[in-house]
């Protein structure tokens, strides 16, 4: 079964610095795509960044290239999204999310599984 769990949103001033983390199990984690996605109140989810199996090559929305570093430990398997210079137009509900895939622009795909959520609040 597989399972996704993020940890570490909360509130920030601007300009402050967030680690999230997605908790992966069920599955082997070489063979999976984990992207991180936002969804703000009233807009539609974005996908921010996201890592592939194997290479680890990443990829990384416009909005948040140069602020944000996504990073995977097949060991623990965890994905890490480091959130660093934050916005308050960085507010959104960041979810994680997996689908086994190997090539391709991983932000691009359809993914499978979910995890709940955690709010991420920028605000002075």
């Known amino acids: 079964q597989v399972q996704l769990e993020e940890s570490g949103g909360g509130l920030v001033q601007p300009g402050e610095s967030l680690r999230l983390s997605c908790a992966a199990s069920?599955?082997?984690?070489?063979?999976?795509?984990i992207a991180w996605f936002r969804q703000a109140p009233g807009k539609e989810r974005e996908g921010v960044s996201c890592?592939?199996?194997?290479?680890?090559?990443?990829f990384s929305a416009d909005s948040v290239q140069g602020r944000f570093t996504i990073s995977r430990n097949n060991v623990k398997n965890t994905v890490t999204l480091q959130m660093n210079s934050l916005k308050p137009e960085d507010t959104a509900v960041y979810s994680c999310?997996?689908?086994?895939?190997?090539?391709?622009?991983?932000?691009?795909?359809?993914?499978?599984?979910w995890g709940q959520g955690t709010q991420v609040t920028v605000s002075s």
């Open positions: 890592i592939r199996a194997r290479d680890g090559r990443t």
């Open positions: 999310a997996a689908v086994p895939a190997v090539f391709g622009n991983c932000l691009q795909l359809n993914y499978t599984y």
């Open positions: 069920g599955f082997a984690s070489d063979y999976y795509a």
